[in-house]
């Protein structure tokens, strides 16, 4: 199973970015899926996650501004973020729970600037 994030960048605050993630070796659709962040000095952290029972969650720091999605035909998970803010700048990473294992990309990196 290999993860492939993409889509970070550079924005300003109140901007908008869509992150990507394409799966080999296996599918979005019948996993656990999700996205988590890392900020300098600080745990990696849950974003946002699509649970096997198709259920999405989100942390409460983007409720209401960042949406999860996955194309089932594309075989690719998203991360729709809008009204980005400077504390949402972070290395995002996808993530993918399959047979009680664990999967995760290289990392995008967001920076979100004031």
């Known amino acids: 199973v290999q993860l492939q994030a993409s889509g970070g960048g550079l924005v300003q605050a109140g901007g908008s970015l869509r992150l990507s993630c394409a799966a080999s070796?296996?599918?979005?659709?019948?996993?656990?899926v999700g996205w988590y962040r890392q900020a300098p000095g600080r745990q990696r952290e849950v974003v946002a996650r699509i649970s096997s029972d198709r259920t999405a969650n989100y942390a409460d720091a983007v409720k209401g501004r960042f949406t999860i999605s996955r194309d089932i035909r594309k075989n690719t998970l998203y991360l729709q973020m809008s009204s980005l803010k400077p504390e949402d700048t972070a290395i995002y990473y996808c993530?993918?729970?399959?047979?009680?294992?664990?999967?995760w990309g290289q990392g995008t990196q967001v920076t979100v600037s004031s």
């Open positions: 993530n993918l729970v399959k047979s009680s294992r664990e999967y």
């Open positions: 070796g296996t599918t979005f659709g019948l996993n656990a």
